[in-house]
Nanobody
Framework: QVQLVESGGGLVQAGGSLRLSCAASGRTFGRYAMGWFRQAPGKEREFVAA????????YYADSVKGRFTFSRDNTKNTAYLQLNSLKPEDTAVYYC?????????????????????WGQGTQVTVSS
């Protein structure tokens, strides 16, 4: 069982930045592919970004490409999502997720169904 805890959300003006963190329990963090998803009020959860177990591979949704950066520190069991040039449409609850099945690959899963473990989410609100 993996427990994920997100932090770093908050209220920021358009054009501002935030860094989200996702802390994982356990000793096998380096074997998981990780992902970030978000859900805005009245909308379905959508993919934001994914990173391979080593951090060598990343993939971003077109809506955030060039503005968000996904990284991880396997020595600290923590993944990070740097959010820059934020827009009001980035307002959502952001969730991190872990896929423990990628221990022998550098895959970057892009769909929610590929992830087994989820955090509780952290709210990001961008004012115009």
């Amino acid at each position: 069982q993996v427990q994920l805890v997100e932090s770093g959300g908050g209220l920021v003006q358009a054009g501002g930045s935030l860094r989200l963190s996702c802390a994982a329990s356990g000793r096998t963090f380096g074997r998981y592919a990780m992902g970030w998803f978000r859900q805005a009020p009245g909308k379905e959860r959508e993919f934001v970004a994914a990173i391979s177990r080593s951090g060598g591979g990343t993939y971003y949704a077109d809506s955030v490409k060039g503005r968000f950066t996904f990284s991880r520190d396997n020595t600290k069991n923590t993944a990070y999502l740097q959010l820059n040039s934020l827009k009001p449409e980035d307002t959502a609850v952001y969730y991190c997720a872990a896929d423990p099945t990628r221990f022998n690959s550098e895959a970057v899963p892009r769909t929610a169904g590929e992830y087994d473990y989820w955090g509780q989410g952290t709210q990001v609100t961008v004012s115009s």
